[in-house]
């Protein structure tokens, strides 16, 4: 089975509106014309609209970082799926570890995130990861396994047909540790497992899985020479158009 590839950068609370936008376009002429394969930017809220005005008519997707699960109310401070929509996101990332660890949000939480997503046909990319204690006590496949299972609650496989998976060791992201190719193919391996355990066994195959955690210039060729890995999710190398453009223009491919 022959997954489309995806490049995400994920510009996490950095770049104002004329900084982003200058990135946005750098990026959009280095990207090849042909390229087989998706690229996605999600910078921060106040920077969408500007950004999506710069890359409109390109192949480059645009997603938020986060949302919340309700179309409106008094949630301040918070943004709703229909305003990420209504701002160009086709896209947004649900549950990044930083989410999940300095902001406490609960498997519960994501869960009514991936829902209003799909109902809303905005394109969740749900991340899941283990901290170095969990991977040191053994723990790492429970921990993912329960992130899954928790997070895709009462959704089906129609529902979830656009659904992107995002592995994300939390020991990798931000530290300048990766996980090595071999460790992220592994876990990938597992996801894919389980997905079609949850589901289907052609749902398992089809649903794309990146890899994210400290993904550089210099590692992205080894990381996408893996089987199960279908691209990756680029954190501070993203906010570097030359290095990105790199990254987004990998070797080494071997279909899954």
């Known amino acids: ?3 489309r590839k995806m490049v995400a ?4 609370m950095h ?3 004329e900084e982003a936008c200058g990135l ?3 990026i959009k ?6 390229l087989d394969r998706d690229v996605l930017i999600a910078p921060s809220f106040t920077n969408l609209h500007s950004v999506k005005k710069v890359i409109e008519g390109s192949p480059i997707f645009l997603a938020a970082q986060n949302m919340n699960w309700e ?14 929509k209504d701002a160009g996101s086709t ?16 498997d519960g939480m994501l869960n009514k995130k991936v829902k209003a997503a799909v109902t809303h046909s905005i394109t969740p990319i749900l991340c899941i990861g283990e901290t170095l204690e969990e991977r040191e006590s053994q723990k790492t496949y429970r921990v993912l396994e329960t992130q899954l299972v928790k997070g895709l609650a009462n959704l089906s496989e129609n529902e979830l047909s656009s659904l992107i998976i995002a592995y994300e060791p939390v020991w990798a992201i931000g530290t300048g540790k990766t996980a090595t190719p071999e460790q992220a193919q592994d876990a990938h391996i597992f996801v894919r497992k389980k997905l079609s355990s949850m589901f289907s066994v052609s749902f398992g195959e089809t649903i794309r899985i990146l890899y994210g955690g400290s993904v550089k210039p210099e590692n992205i060729d080894e990381l996408m020479a893996q089987p199960d890995l279908d ?19 990998f070797q080494g491919v071997i279909t899954g």
């Open 29 to 34: 002429n280095a990207v090849d014309p042909d």
């Open 71 to 84: 179309e409106k109310g008094a949630f301040t401070g918070d943004v709703s799926p229909l305003q990420i």
């Open 91 to 106: 896209h947004v990332i649900i549950g990044h570890s930083e989410r999940r660890h300095v902001f406490g949000e609960t």
């Open 231 to 249: 691209g990756v999710l680029v954190g501070g190398a993203s906010l570097k158009a030359e290095g990105f453009s790199r990254i987004i223009h």
């Open 9 to 12: 950068g994920n510009w996490k």
């Open 24 to 26: 946005a376009e750098r």
């Open 1 to 3: 089975m022959q997954r």
């Open 15 to 17: 770049l104002n509106m």
